[in-house]
């Protein structure tokens, strides 16, 4: 017999019988129950017996792991028919990345699975292969513009832009899966510097110096229901799309922020020469009521902050990650908050500490407690390097490093791995491509060209700003004033040739 494991919440009289055993009482009185081990033939008929019930068996199922159910499938005939069944396999992969589930592209859910809902796709003959991908180049938006900052989910692809006097900047969202326009709203004759995406909320931040919420009608608030300035604006509308729902007045211009699940905006503020200036904490439901860390101060540890993130599937004010710079020496650190205490900063990471000119750019963060950022050197180099801080093991002879063989114009993380864009700027026509690493294996790898040919517009390096996104179900790069959008796209050994 094989032995596996079901999760605790699982009823008690099933993990009996998982591990075996059977309650058998006697009929003299005064005496206790004995517990008696099963042999395998009798397991087994236990288990065809559990079987019968098709839906107690699927939620069996469902309680184990993947591996555990292969490990079920030498029990029995019956048992392997009810653990190999598709709803089995279909449960654990939209358990792993929802509804963002590539589940369209695969003949089965177990071959979703096995291949990583398509990013690791595994071919019988030759192992492990490349991804595929379908790349669409979207129209530039009228008038063009600079994107500035983009995100994205299953459902929209969020995009802010620069903004002038004659051309205000723009709040575009689309569909990530064909790229046509859900929404194209103006929002301020200043330039939109970030922007932030929840299930039916956006929030954005500019040198407009304000905050402003846009929200799906008819959908839930990203945190409780309690937020009332959230819960009933916009009734009534019929179109779908987002609306404008909520506007912050900020003291600096808003150059990054994160909406948190504690119904709350964490928007990072500098001055309009990018110079740092703080934190401000933003309640939805008492604005008059803020926090605020100064860049200096004692509570970020006498350093200025640069740039925000959130750990993967955990956006809350007790655990936010930002980027610091030392006052004297410029050496950078990543700094792990808990916005709840008087002393927020709870750990400080030095990073650059021996490699002086040099800028954390961009921050990212992974699952918890991996945090990665870029080497971004003053005066440039021919390669790029990503470096890993792991917060339970807080010293860089333990960080990870991730060579390149361009240097880095953007990048996320997605399951575990690193997705970088890199720009061929020593060629003689530029191209974008897309790079893989695997922390887990320490192995580079190339997976696409994005862009053949790239025209920076006599824009320099620094100028030309290029921004990525990820979900599960493939990318987004906004590029000068022009899009591309890659789907996953059925593994290549399904291809006919």
């Known amino acids: 017999s094989t032995p596996f494991s079901l999760s605790s919440a699982m009823p008690h009289c099933l993990r009996k019988l998982s591990q075996g055993w059977e309650q058998s009482f006697e009929q003299c009185p005064g005496k206790k129950a004995k517990l008696l081990p099963l042999c395998p033939e009798v397991r087994s008929s236990l288990m065809d017996r559990l079987m019968d019930f098709q839906d107690l068996a699927a939620a069996v199922c469902q309680y184990l792991r993947p591996m555990d159910v292969l490990f079920l499938l030498p029990a029995s005939s019956r048992v392997q028919?009810?653990?190999?069944?598709?709803?089995?396999?279909?449960?654990?992969?939209?358990?792993?990345w929802g509804p963002a589930t590539n589940l369209q592209l695969f003949r089965s859910a177990k071959d979703c699975l096995r291949d990583c809902n398509g990013w690791y796709p595994k071919d019988v003959k030759n192992g492990r292969c490349l991804p595929s991908f379908q790349l669409r180049r979207l129209q530039a938006p009228d008038p063009p513009a600079l994107a500035l900052d983009v995100r994205m989910n299953h459902e929209d692809l969020v995009l802010v832009t620069e903004g002038a006097e004659?051309?205000?900047?723009r709040l575009m969202v689309l569909d990530p899966r064909d790229g046509s326009t859900k929404d194209n709203l103006q929002v301020s004759d200043?330039?939109?510097?970030?922007?932030d995406i929840s299930p039916g909320l956006i929030g954005i931040g500019g040198d407009d110096l304000k905050v402003q919420l846009f929200r799906r009608p008819g959908s839930m608030t990203y945190g409780s229901s309690s937020s009332s300035n959230l819960t009933h604006c916009g009734q009534g509308s019929d179109s779908g799309g987002y609306i404008f729902c909520e506007s912050f007045q900020c003291s600096d211009p808003v150059n990054d922020l994160r909406l948190v699940r504690e119904d709350a905006v964490v928007a990072l503020k500098t001055v309009k020469s990018r110079q740092p200036v703080g934190l401000e904490v933003i309640h939805w439901d008492r604005p008059d009521i803020r926090s605020s860390i100064v860049g200096g101060s004692a509570e970020c540890?006498?350093?200025f902050l640069h740039a925000l993130d959130c750990f993967d599937g955990c956006c809350s004010l007790s655990n936010l990650v930002c980027t610091a710079e030392h006052p004297v020496t410029s050496c950078f650190s990543a700094?792990?908050?808990d916005l709840r205490r008087s002393m927020p900063c709870v750990m400080d990471v030095p990073v650059t500490e021996t490699d002086l000119g040099t800028l954390l750019w961009p921050l990212r963060t992974g699952r918890f407690p991996q945090v990665y950022a870029n080497l971004l050197r003053e005066h440039g180099t021919g390669t790029g390097e990503i470096r890993m801080v792991d917060f339970r093991y807080p010293s860089l002879k333990l960080s990870v490093h991730c060579r390149l063989p361009n240097p880095v114009e953007d990048f996320r993380c997605l399951d575990g791995s690193i997705y970088a864009v890199c720009a061929d700027r020593d060629a003689e026509v530029s191209r974008l491509r897309l790079h893989r690493f695997n922390p887990e294996v320490g192995m580079t790898e190339c997976l696409c060209t994005v862009v053949e040919a790239h025209d920076a517009r006599g824009r320099t390096f620094r100028e030309d700003l290029k921004v990525f996104a990820m979900s599960p179900q493939g990318f987004a790069l906004a590029y000068g004033h022009e899009f591309t959008l890659g789907h996953v796209a059925r593994p290549q050994r399904w291809m006919v040739q």
């Open 81 to 96: 028919h009810m653990a190999g069944s598709e709803e089995v396999w279909r449960y654990f992969c939209r358990q792993r």
């Open 190 to 195: 200043c330039n939109v510097n970030c922007c």
């Open 335 to 337: 700094m792990l908050f």
């Open 301 to 303: 540890g006498g350093k």
């Open 166 to 169: 004659s051309k205000p900047a």
